[in-house]
């Protein structure tokens, strides 16, 4: 079946310009997370959502950067006013509903930002 | 908060067996997982430990001590497309937060 999609794949915008990242989670998938993971680095925790809720948003960095979840399904991170230490892989992953056994996360390929 | 620590770097021989270390300090613990990320691709799925003892996965195993807050993960035969980051990752609290080590880079040579 489908597995996590994101969209676009790579963008490149200019310092002070806003962007919108997309996440289509695996169907039937109640979690969503979003990372940031810069070069050489570990993932770092930005959001997650249970259905169309975000029950802890504690890793966004600052107030440039929200991101909502609409039907329980697609979610869209927003950079807005961008900055070049906004340059990132932007990964999104997406999981069953609490309480199932393993409740791994399965990821999609990420979106590279690059902010001139 | 939340503490995970792992080494940054590890070598090992071909064929051998190694075994990469994590700690943790969190609230709430609910599971732990590990996860192979090659470079430029997305983090997948290895294992998962809630109990504590070991978990074996074909050439892959992983511990758990919950007492201690410390988790390994054990490859056997090491081949060579085993060289990438393997990341420790730790799920906690009411809400399921899942949060990331900065992963172990691990390099097989010859």
């Known amino acids: 079946g489908a597995g996590v999609s994101q969209s676009p794949s790579n963008k490149v915008t200019e310092k002070g310009k806003d962007v919108e990242l997309r996440c289509d989670p695996i169907s039937g998938h109640t979690a969503l997370y979003w990372y940031r993971q810069s070069l050489g680095q570990g993932l770092e925790f930005l959001i997650y959502f249970q259905g169309n809720s975000a029950p802890d948003k504690s890793g966004l960095p600052s107030d440039r950067f929200s991101a909502e979840r609409t039907g329980g399904s697609v979610s869209t991170l927003t950079i807005q006013r961008t900055q070049q230490e906004d340059s990132a892989v932007y990964l999104c992953?997406?999981?069953?509903?609490?309480?199932?056994?393993?409740?791994?996360?399965?990821f999609g390929p990420g979106t590279r930002l690059t902010v001139l | 908060g939340q503490n995970i620590d792992q080494p940054t770097e590890m070598t090992a021989t071909e064929g051998a067996i190694v075994q990469i270390n994590c700690t943790y300090q969190t609230s709430g613990f609910n599971g732990l997982f590990w996860y192979q990320q090659h470079a430029g691709e997305a983090p997948t799925f290895l294992s998962y430990?809630?109990?504590?003892g070991l978990e074996e996965k074909g050439r892959f195993s992983s511990f758990l001590s919950r007492s201690k807050g410390y988790s390994y993960l054990l490859l056997k035969e090491l081949q060579m497309k085993d060289s990438a980051s393997y990341l420790c990752?730790?799920?906690?609290?009411?809400?399921?937060?899942?949060?990331f080590g900065t992963g172990t880079k691990l390099q097989v040579i010859p």
């Open positions: 990752a730790v799920r906690s609290g009411g809400y399921q937060k899942v949060t």
């Open positions: 992953a997406s999981s069953l509903a609490p309480g199932t056994t393993y409740n791994e996360q399965f």
């Open positions: 430990n809630v109990l504590d």
